[in-house]
């Protein structure tokens, strides 16, 4: 059974920085490419960044780039977010896509999501 976890949601003041984590068990996790994705109340979930299964290639979206960093390693994946402000505010989710290719440009190409991390940022 595939159990994929985060933690480290919280409420920050704008500017400061959380450090997301999020586990998978049940899979191989380095055969698969990781995502983290956000949705805010009222909002499309969206995606925030990926990282391939090599972690040899990210992607992020234009709204954090600069900001956020996603990483992997052994069977963990993070996103350190800096400088956040109100608009991140957001439920984030981690997704685990099977694939030895690029990170899939559609979030339906996941197969595996956790229940989500409230991150939470004050003006």
């Known amino acids: 059974q595939v159990q994929v976890v985060e933690s480290g949601g919280d409420l920050v003041q704008a500017g400061g920085s959380l450090r997301l984590s999020c586990t998978a068990s049940?899979?191989?996790?380095?055969?698969?490419?990781m995502g983290w994705f956000r949705q805010a109340p009222g909002k499309e979930r969206e995606g925030v960044s990926c990282?391939?299964?090599?972690?040899?290639s990210t992607y992020s979206a234009d709204s954090v780039k600069g900001r956020f960093t996603i990483s992997r390693a052994g069977n963990r994946l993070y996103l350190q977010m800096n400088t956040l402000k109100p608009e991140d505010t957001a439920m984030y989710y981690c997704a685990a896509a099977l694939t030895r290719g690029a990170c899939p440009t559609d979030q339906y190409e996941f197969e595996y999501w956790g229940q989500g991390t409230q991150v939470t940022v004050s003006s």
């Open positions: 990282i391939s299964w090599s972690g040899g």
């Open positions: 049940g899979l191989t996790f380095r055969y698969y490419a």
